[in-house]
């Protein structure tokens, strides 16, 4: 009971203060795509058979790479379920634009970071030799699959060089098999950081390589997708304000994440709230996420009646609803059934929306940005 209250007090919250609109509008807001994680399920197995507990941690047991047939199918539910402007339904693909080169790092015996773009990860992987075709003629030709920067890599690149030169066997074992873990493992001592945090730093050393990494994952994004990214959200949730120069001069106007925690550059971060409409000193705008579908993180609840009624108060405060919903969620290649039970319930849920309010308006974030900003 006093959780239930909680969250209806936090959902109100996040809604009520700032920019508002008549409009019924909905943003899905998906973050990791392009970056890579278990690679099969031939490798999850063989982390549960080394005692690493993958099957408890949704994104080891489930995030994968998406496939040319998890865009297919995603599509076909996206193009299915129209606005009132017959626009399909779209997700805005938060994506980082490399992955680790695996074969360099080794064959420098671990000693020089080097990265592959994504486009070479596809071709690394099979039924993966679409992926990138498909995203740019329908995703992005149809406005169904719209990309926007949350990274160069999903990794921070100091803080994982110092990973896969411990002395974990498991960590190890991870690099051997081309894995980003990121997860607690049993019976080795904590790192005192998470890897998968890109913009979290501890020293001025760090900060310094960040705002090279941005700037460089800014300028890749642009020559693959052929236009810059206007918005942005970091992965983990996690940034300091020393990257929003670099940001704004790389033509990002727009953060997504209204909720940022900011490093102390300590090993420590700060909550720092934004609301809707919000500026910074770069006069870039922030929103807040409002509602959260997530089927892959507990597969058995009532992701449509939840999210219905979260949409439900973000209309009512004039608020447009922005959909949490990690790339996880989408993907097949450890379990089938997890894409599918996603897009099942995904296909309820626009279908749900499109009948409660049929004047309801799909938007990818730049779009919402222009929007708020317009203000």
């Known amino acids: 009971m006093i959780q239930s209250i909680r969250k209806t007090l936090t959902s109100n919250y996040v809604c009520f203060r700032g920019w508002s609109t008549k409009r019924k509008i909905v943003v899905i807001e998906s973050d990791d795509w392009g970056a890579i994680r278990m690679p099969s399920r031939e490798v999850y197995d063989q982390f549960m058979a080394k005692g690493v507990p993958a099957n408890t941690h949704y994104f080891a047991k489930n995030d994968c790479l998406e496939s040319n047939s ?12 129209k606005d009132k402007n017959g626009q399909p339904a779209v997700i ?43 995203w740019k003629k329908e995703g992005i030709g149809q406005n169904m699959l719209y990309p926007q ?6 990794i921070n690149v100091a803080s994982w060089m110092k990973v896969i030169n411990s002395d974990s066997p498991i960590e190890n074992f991870a690099f051997e ?49 052929g236009f810059k990214s206007k918005s942005f959200i ?22 997504q994440n209204g909720h940022q925690f900011r ?9 720092d709230q934004k609301f809707w409409g919000d500026t910074n000193e770069f006069n870039q705008t922030y929103w807040r996420r409002n509602a959260t579908f997530e089927p892959s993180r507990a597969p ?8 219905m009624a979260e949409i439900d108060v973000a209309f009512r405060w004039g608020k447009p609803a922005v959909i949490n919903s990690h790339r996880v969620n989408y993907s097949s290649g450890i379990f089938e059934e997890n894409r599918d039970n996603t897009l099942r319930l995904l296909n309820a849920l626009l279908k749900a929306i499109t009948k409660k309010w049929p004047d309801v308006e799909f938007m990818n974030s730049q779009q919402l940005g222009e929007l708020v900003s317009s203000k």
């Open 70 to 81: 998890d865009l297919e199918l995603l599509f076909e539910v996206l193009s299915s379920n």
């Open 92 to 134: 805005t693909a938060n994506a980082v634009v490399a992955n680790p080169d695996f074969e360099k790092i080794a064959a420098s015996n671990r000693k020089e970071y080097h990265y592959e773009l994504i486009t070479d990860t596809y071709n690394s992987y099979p039924n993966h030799d679409k992926v990138f075709d498909l």
């Open 149 to 154: 920067f949350h990274g160069r890599e999903h």
């Open 177 to 225: 098999n081309k894995t980003l873990l990121g997860m607690r493992i049993p019976n080795e001592k904590p790192f005192g950081f998470n890897y998968m945090a890109a913009f979290e730093y501890f020293d001025k050393e760090q900060q310094l390589q960040i705002e090279e990494i941005t700037a460089d994952g800014l300028q890749i994004f642009e020559k693959l997708f």
């Open 234 to 255: 970091a992965s983990c949730g996690i940034q300091g304000t020393h990257i929003d120069s670099v940001l704004a001069a790389n033509g990002v106007e727009f953060n």
């Open 263 to 271: 490093p102390d550059g300590k090993g420590g971060v700060k909550a």
């Open 300 to 307: 058995h609840e009532d992701w449509v009646t939840k999210c």
